[in-house]
């Protein structure tokens, strides 16, 4: 019994201690959703499936933060992706978000894998929150969203402009080196939003890849606004890639539309428009429902998909001029 006594009582005392070492919260967001999808390949029709972040990655994470004094603070992240559908990690072990850093008047640095500045932008300019069916997160297909092995740097905003740069070495030992420069910068004044983003990366011998994007954002009482032009050039023919992004949202209490209207476009000719509606409900300030169409139509060329957070519904490579489309319905809970 007295062994008991004196386990509890050691038990009992482990959250005080570890909330007097740092300031650590576990998060994450858990979303499923049933969904009809046709990727219009010849002799394949609609198919029911489930899914596991229509609206935003299923994810848990860890973050924390430590006083150094003098203004100071220390600071981590680190965020795996989880496929509700199931139960498997979506990608490495903590590939959404890996990092460590220093926090203070200067800005915030941090060292590992870490969001790109393109990326920055291209969600703050997306109305709908790279979420959903339709969303720009098809861009990053082809443009970086997250840099391993990098150092980056965010400043802390000032009359309403933020900066961004980041250096991602590909760790080679020959050029070319596979190294990605960036930056981007911001700027939020009351409900307008603009941002511009630029990279560089040394992928090939024959030439650097350069992707850039810049987007506008302006809310005014219940409404929204929010477009993007998203650009990868890569080395070589026919290889430049195009996005662009216009789209509306209208709150009305717990109740949200959304349409987003994008068009895809590649140096070859190949071009594709969607159409995106969507619908979430919020059950309270934590849950909430959601539903989505999306339809996309190519052009002769064309083989482009309807991508949402954690799932893509794209017609097979030598589908030249398929249409896709599909509708979900979901769930999502953040904690």
């Known amino acids: 019994m007295k062994f008991k006594c004196l386990a509890a009582a050691l038990l009992s005392t482990l959250p005080l201690f570890a909330h007097a070492q740092s300031n650590v919260t576990i998060y994450g967001v858990m979303d499923a959703a049933v969904a009809v999808e046709n990727t219009d390949n010849p002799g394949e029709g609609h198919r029911t499936v489930v899914n596991s972040g229509n609206q935003s990655s299923s994810r848990i994470g860890f973050r924390g933060t430590e006083e150094l004094g003098g203004g100071l603070k220390a600071l981590f992240n680190i965020e795996a992706g989880v496929a509700l559908d199931t139960g498997a990690a979506d ?4 590939g959404r978000r890996a990092v460590v850093g220093l926090q203070g008047d200067f800005g915030t640095v941090t060292v590992g894998r870490e ?4 990326s920055f932008v291209a969600a703050a300019s997306d109305v709908l929150g790279q979420g959903m069916f339709g969303s720009n997160l098809s861009a990053f297909a082809r443009l ?11 400043s802390n905003p000032m009359s309403g402009f933020t900066v961004a740069a980041a250096y991602s070495t590909g760790e080679k030992t020959v050029d070319p080196s596979g190294d990605l420069m960036g930056a981007s910068v911001e700027y939020k004044n009351g409900g307008l939003y603009l941002g511009a983003g630029y990279h560089n990366i040394e992928r090939l011998a024959t030439g650097d890849d350069k992707e850039w994007g810049a987007g506008a ?21 026919n290889n430049k890639y195009k996005q662009a992004n216009l789209g509306a ?7 949200k539309v959304f ?10 000719g190949a071009k594709g428009n969607t159409i995106s509606l969507a619908y979430t409900y919020n059950l309270s ?25 954690s799932t893509n519904v794209t017609p097979a490579a030598t589908a030249l001029g398929a249409d896709p489309d599909v509708f979900t319905v979901g769930v999502r809970h953040s904690f």
């Open 91 to 94: 990608s490495n072990l903590f």
């Open 115 to 118: 969001y790109s500045p393109i």
């Open 144 to 154: 970086t969203r997250r840099l391993n092995n990098s150092v980056n740097y965010k």
């Open 217 to 237: 954002g302006y809310t005014f009482g219940a409404f929204e606004v929010k477009g993007n032009y998203l650009v990868a050039d890569q080395t070589g023919p």
């Open 249 to 255: 949202a209208y709150t009305a209490g717990a109740n």
């Open 259 to 268: 349409l987003n209207y994008q068009q895809q476009k590649l140096e070859n």
């Open 285 to 309: 300030k934590r849950t909430n429902i959601y539903t989505t169409y999306a339809t996309l139509r190519n052009n002769g060329r064309g083989v482009f998909g309807i991508y949402s957070s």
